[in-house]
C-alpha cells in the first residue's frame, strides 16, 4: 500500500481493517468477530514460537487485550494483519528473552508445534498407519520442536511468520521492524541452521543439506 492512501481507501482493500475501525468505535460486536477471526492463527504462531501451549493461549489473550486498549490511537497505515502481527511479535520476543532469567522446562511438543500445515489445518489421519509410523512421526515432531528452539530469537519469529503466515521479506520486515536485507539474511541463516539440525530427516526446501560449514549466527 502506498504511503499517499487514505484511511478509507485502505479500509476498502482490507476487510480488517474495516473491523478494527469499527473496534475504535467501541463496537463490541466487531471486537468479538476480531477476536474469532485471528484468536487461532494468533495461539498457533505463539506456539510455534515459544513451544508451550497454554503460554501461547496466554499470549494471544495479551495481544488482544492491547488491541482493545490503544483502539482509540488505531490508525491503519499498513494491512491489519501486519500491525497485529507486530504487536505479537513484540510480545513473544518478550516472553522468549523472560525466559532465559527462569529455569529451564522442558518445551511441549503437540500438534500445532509440527513444522507442517499452517495453524488450522488439520490433517486427516491415515487409518493405515502403523505403531512403527507413529512413534517415527513422534520423534521427528521431537526433532523439529528441538531445531526451531535452537535458533536465534529473531530467526525463530522470522522462520514461523514465513513458514506458517506465508510473509513476504518485505512483510516480516515491517512486523519485526527491520529492513528487508536483514530479514533475508536471519532466514538465510536459520534455513542452513534448520538443515544441519534436520539432516536426515527432511530437507528444507526441497533441497539436500550444505555440504560446506555453517554461518556464525548473530
Known amino acids: 500500500m502506498s504511503i499517499g492512501q487514505s484511511s478509507s481507501q485502505m479500509a476498502l482493500r482490507d476487510p480488517d481493517i474495516r473491523l478494527m475501525l469499527r473496534v475504535r468505535d467501541d463496537d463490541a460486536a466487531a471486537f468479538a468477530e476480531l477476536v474469532e477471526r485471528f484468536q487461532h492463527r494468533l495461539v498457533g504462531i505463539m506456539h510455534h ?81 502403523t505403531p512403527s509410523h507413529g512413534l517415527r512421526h513422534k520423534e521427528l515432531t521431537d526433532v523439529i520442536r528441538r531445531a526451531l528452539d535452537g535458533l536465534g530469537e529473531r530467526q525463530r519469529v522470522a522462520i514461523v511468520l514465513n513458514k506458517f503466515e506465508d510473509m513476504n521479506y518485505a512483510e516480516i520486515a515491517d512486523v519485526m521492524g527491520l529492513t528487508t536485507k536483514a530479514v533475508k539474511s536471519l532466514l538465510s541463516r536459520a534455513r542452513m541452521k534448520l538443515r544441519e539440525a534436520l539432516q536426515g530427516y527432511i530437507y528444507m526446501d526441497g533441497e539436500p543439506p550444505p555440504d560446506g560449514g555453517s554461518e556464525e549466527d548473530e
Request: proline content about 7%.
Open 49 to 129: 514460537i515459544v513451544g508451550s501451549a497454554d503460554e501461547a493461549e496466554d499470549l494471544a489473550q495479551e495481544v488482544f487485550l492491547r488491541v482493545y486498549r490503544i483502539r482509540k490511537k488505531y490508525s491503519p497505515k499498513a494491512k491489519f494483519s501486519t500491525w497485529l502481527f507486530t504487536i505479537a511479535n513484540n510480545l513473544a520476543l518478550n516472553a522468549l528473552r523472560n525466559r532465559k532469567r527462569r529455569p529451564v522446562l522442558p518445551l511441549e511438543v503437540g500438534e500445532s508445534a509440527q513444522f507442517g500445515p499452517r495453524p488450522g489445518e488439520n490433517s486427516v489421519p491415515d487409518r493405515g498407519e
